[in-house]
């Protein structure tokens, strides 16, 4: 039997998506590319944007021309949130919400076992409850690896609160056993996820800074990033320990989504400007050469001209490397529906062209500033370039992607690098 997945959305959905390819595995399944033909197709969704869903509904549709015969599942956010308008793309034999999605493979077999006729999708959608520690398998150099899901913050914009239900995690003693195994793999990097990574614990009794000492104690992981964390949860406490920490690296992704402390509001976030601003501001300090991202929402409800250019001097004036843009899009069930002002969406495409252009500026300007330093590299497996005079490419500790001459013997591995203009990987993503 052949599996083929397909992964959108945020590095949570890609850990999910390969602690199931590990399950299908071991039951004697074969991966093969989405782009094949397989016996069964598994998406894993996303609702944080209505393009999200359109590109969910286009790899469905691409799934059942493959193969009419084959099982397509859909799983994860969208699937949560709308089972309905997807039960309604013919070929979907599986809907999963997030509570009940890691029990695919047993549902799966089941009904194979039974072999009945199917005339509509087996759906569940049971509110999200239970917590699966996962992590991802597909790379020999880092891993994304799941210690947290859920959010109990209800932002009036976003749709994850009702996709992914409450913020909920394991206790330390098995996150950290999960990270040994991880490191029995040989993984050199491990990068945190999570839905709202900072409330770790919270209803364990347990704090995310005991987590991140745990782990910098464990032998054979060289590195660990933080996805994500909220900037009214990155204490002092925790950039002063990564900044002391034997493998946490100097790169942080502290979304901000509105420069103007009247949408913070709107947005029910949990911090104004001021605070935002002071937490970059000790970062800075602490780890001048820090790479910190940020995310940004343009377009919300209420963001005049006048708003959104204050938004846009804020974020000019912070030491932020680069920014992850989106514009805002209408989630189905969020408060913010009934927010005033709405702005058209040609100029939320506008502005969000805006803050893309002063995000290229702040990436160029911050690999200017690091340009004749030496910073560590965590060369990856693949050969860029030319068959001739292949390339071997990683990222530095504090995310900048350079490239040298492809060694075999280096694959894996940590080593210092010059940051110099010929060693710099030009026009890359810029992904955390």
């Keep these: 039997m052949k599996l083929a997945t397909h992964t959108l959305g945020c590095k949570l959905n890609f850990a999910e998506t390969s602690h199931l390819q590990t399950q299908f595995q071991e039951a004697g399944y074969q991966m093969v590319d989405f782009r094949e033909v397989a016996d069964v197709y598994v998406i894993n969704t996303c609702t944080v944007t209505s393009v999200a869903e359109k590109k969910c509904r286009n790899a469905i549709r691409q799934a059942v021309a493959l193969n009419p015969q084959a099982v397509v599942a859909v799983i994860g956010c969208f699937a949560q949130n709308d089972a309905k308008q997807i039960a309604n793309i013919p070929g979907v034999d599986i809907i999963l919400g997030n509570d009940k999605k890691h029990q695919l493979l047993s549902i799966l077999s089941k009904m194979q076992a039974e072999k009945s006729a199917k005339h509509s999708p087996l759906i569940n959608t049971d509110q999200p409850q239970s917590f699966q520690l996962s992590y991802s398998g597909d790379d020999r150099t880092r891993t994304f690896f799941k210690i947290q899901d859920g959010c109990d913050y209800f932002c009036t914009y976003c749709a994850i609160p009702f996709a992914r239900g409450r913020s909920r995690s394991a206790n330390i003693a098995d996150t950290l056993a ?103 501001e000790h970062i800075k300090a602490v780890m001048p050469h820090a790479c910190i991202a940020a995310d940004v929402i343009t377009g919300f409800n209420g963001e005049d001209d006048q708003t959104f250019q204050q938004s846009k001097q804020f974020i000019q004036s912070l030491p932020i490397s680069y920014l ?83 060694d075999e013997g280096l694959c894996g591995t940590i080593t210092p690098y010059p940051i110099t203009n010929s060693t710099i990987v030009e026009n890359f993503a810029c992904e955390d």
């Design 324 to 406: 992850h843009v989106f514009p805002y899009s209408d989630r189905p069930n969020t408060a913010a529906l009934k927010l005033p002002e709405k702005i058209a969406v040609p100029i939320r495409k506008a502005r969000s062209l805006e803050l893309h252009t002063l995000s290229d500026k702040k990436r160029f300007s911050f690999i200017q500033s690091q340009i004749g330093s030496t910073r560590t590299v965590l060369w990856e497996h693949t050969p860029h370039g030319s068959s001739d005079a292949p390339m071997m490419q990683g990222w530095t500790d504090n995310y900048i992607r350079l490239q040298r001459p492809f």
């Design 178 to 280: 999960m990270a040994r195994k991880i490191a029995e793999r040989g993984t050199k990097e491990v990068v945190l996820t999570g839905v709202n990574t900072g409330t770790f614990g919270q209803h364990t009794g347990e704090h995310f800074i005991d987590l991140l000492k745990g782990l910098d104690k464990i032998e054979g992981i060289l590195r660990y990033r933080i996805s994500s964390i909220e900037p009214n949860l990155i204490t002092d406490e925790i950039v002063d320990f990564v900044a002391a920490s034997r493998a946490f690296l100097p790169h942080f992704h502290i979304p901000l989504q509105a420069g103007s402390d009247k949408v913070l509001k709107m947005m029910h976030r949990h911090y104004d400007t001021a605070l935002y601003a002071n937490r970059l």
